[in-house]
């Protein structure tokens, strides 16, 4: 029987058609988080650590399937520690972006400026910065901070100095940032309510080569113990060596910051070190056994494996990276990626085993971390970022 025309056309394009490779199923869109880390700038010691953690975390949920079979892709932008570019950063990331939701600021200079901004873009934003008003559920329903306050963190310092070391007279020193200023206006009164005696009480360019005007006003005054509150390691590292050149005993006890590798790199000398005390938390310290618990040792064997620098950074910092999108993905592998549900599921959130500590929300709370994980560690005890507790906490 004979073929039209037309039937060896539809016959050819049939065969044609039936060459080709058919299409795959397409992949799920991935899930967009955006990410605020101070990369660089004066005030990146912090975000350089977080971010290293938040790396890893980020690599190990993808590659056990993500989230429902979507992909966790971060959108970055680095704020180099300036608020203005945090602010232009999170505009992008949920204007231009429109991510699912925003860890960041890591700093809370920048988180200043960008809280307010997210909250009217009805974003939920996981932040670990410490000034007290950067978490208020009524203002700022949609925002949680997996870290503590500066009321945890002052609290803990000011005890050290007045109940342990038995300091009376107190030089509180700050940078001109907003955290600086803030936790400076936080303290004060904190120690003066414990009966201390604030004998020099400055906020100073972090730029400014020479403290040692700064710590001779102190030493006259008759300050028996020097509180730092900064995150710029160049800052507090002139505030250590000018101490070790004026051969002044004094203690320096403050800001995580002051045991960093980043400071560590900046001394003059080692033994400059000694006699400093930094705020640091419990589950990322060694006990007086010296070693640190199962959950974190199993932790640094990890990064250890995925030869993730620790010396020059702090465990802590690394810890509460490697946590945040992991307490992120939790909430979306339960409840969905819409912002209500995420929101909701985080406020019912109850001890989420955490690396750098167990988290834990209300609709009334959203300051997630422990008071009684807040502590004081030795400087120069800094061993793979971690340190031992200072003398007079015990195990």
Known sequence: MSITRRQALASGAAAIAGSFVKPAIAAKEPILIGYLPALTGP???????????????????????GIDGRQIELITRDTQSDPTKAVNGAAELTRGQKVSVVFGPVNSGESLAVVPLLARTNTPQVHPCWVDSLTDPKKYPMCFRNAPTNQQIGGAANRYVMDV????KVAVISDTTGYGTASVNAYVPMLKAKGAEVVYQGNVDAANPDLKPELLRMQSAGAEAIMPWSVNAGFLSRIINTRGQMQ???????????????TQALLE????????????????????DGKLSDRTDAFVDRLKSAKIE?????????????????????AMKNVGTEPEQVVAYLNKLKEFPGVYGDISFTPDRHDGYPDDEVVMVEANS??????????????
């Open 43 to 65: 005030s990146s010691s912090t975000g350089v650590g977080i971010n290293r953690g938040i790396q890893l975390a980020v690599q190990e949920i993808n590659a056990g399937g």
């Open 165 to 168: 070391l038995k300091r009376k």
């Open 248 to 262: 002044w005993d004094v203690p320096i006890v403050g800001q995580t910051t002051l045991g960093s590798g980043q």
């Open 269 to 288: 000398k080692p033994e400059y070190w000694a006699k400093v005390y930094p705020n640091n938390f419990r589950p990322v310290c060694a006990g007086a």
């Open 310 to 330: 620790m010396g020059d950074t702090l465990l802590w910092w690394i810890a509460l990276g490697y946590d945040s999108p992991r307490m992120i993905a939790e």
């Open 382 to 395: 800094l061993k793979n970022g971690s340190f031992r507790l200072a003398p007079g906490y015990g195990s």
